[in-house]
């Protein structure tokens, strides 16, 4: 994991190799528009990208920042790379980042077919709290909604 650099995004030079995996992981991939009109409001939306040596962009995730919670959007790795512990690494990461900048609940929704991801969530501590029917299109599907929120000692 030493060669893995994850950092903000605060630009629009990797956006291509972001939006690759976008289309390579989502039938329906957010648009570059999206990416360039979040881009404007960095106090609202972070985006991290992944790199490694032999390429850029490997992994991003985006969310935005609400008070003292962020709403995950986003979470992908490329398909050459995945099963490698990446994704977990980067899921991490933005946790502790969002945890430094106040906001230690964390939410997203994930679709109810997508047992990968359940999966990574779950051993990040995320919890089932509700379900979205039919939230998602191509092809229409339950979104599950999931919440994280800090251990009380
Ligand atoms: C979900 C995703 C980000 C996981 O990234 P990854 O780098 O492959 O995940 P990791 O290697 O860090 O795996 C972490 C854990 O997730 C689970 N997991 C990941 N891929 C899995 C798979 N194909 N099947 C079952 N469990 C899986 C496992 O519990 C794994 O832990 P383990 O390796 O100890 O068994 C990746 O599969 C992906 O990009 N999928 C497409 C986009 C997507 O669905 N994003 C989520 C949107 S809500």
Redesign the pocket.
């Known amino acids: 994991m030493s060669e893995i650099v994850i950092e903000r995004l605060s630009g629009l030079a990797d956006l291509e190799g972001l939006l690759d995996?976008e289309r390579a992981?989502?039938n329906n991939p957010t648009s570059r528009e999206w990416y360039e009109r979040e881009l404007g409001r960095p106090d609202v939306c972070f985006i991290y990208v992944l790199r490694l040596p032999a390429r850029p962009v490997a992994?991003f995730c985006t969310f935005w920042r609400v008070a003292d919670q962020i709403h995950?959007n986003?979470?992908?790795?490329h398909?050459e790379?995945?099963?490698?512990?990446?994704?977990?690494?980067l899921l991490a990461r933005v946790l502790e980042e969002a945890e430094r900048m106040g906001a230690p609940n964390a939410t997203?929704?994930?679709?109810r077919s997508?047992?990968?991801?359940q999966?990574?969530y779950?051993?990040a501590g995320f919890r089932v709290t509700a379900t979205r029917t039919g939230y998602y299109t191509q092809p229409i599907e339950d979104a599950l909604i999931l919440w994280r929120t800090p251990r009380i000692p």
């Open positions: 995996i992981s989502f992994g995950i986003n979470l992908a790795v398909p790379h995945r099963r490698g512990g990446l994704g977990r690494h997203l929704e994930v679709r997508n047992e990968a991801a999966r990574l779950d051993t």
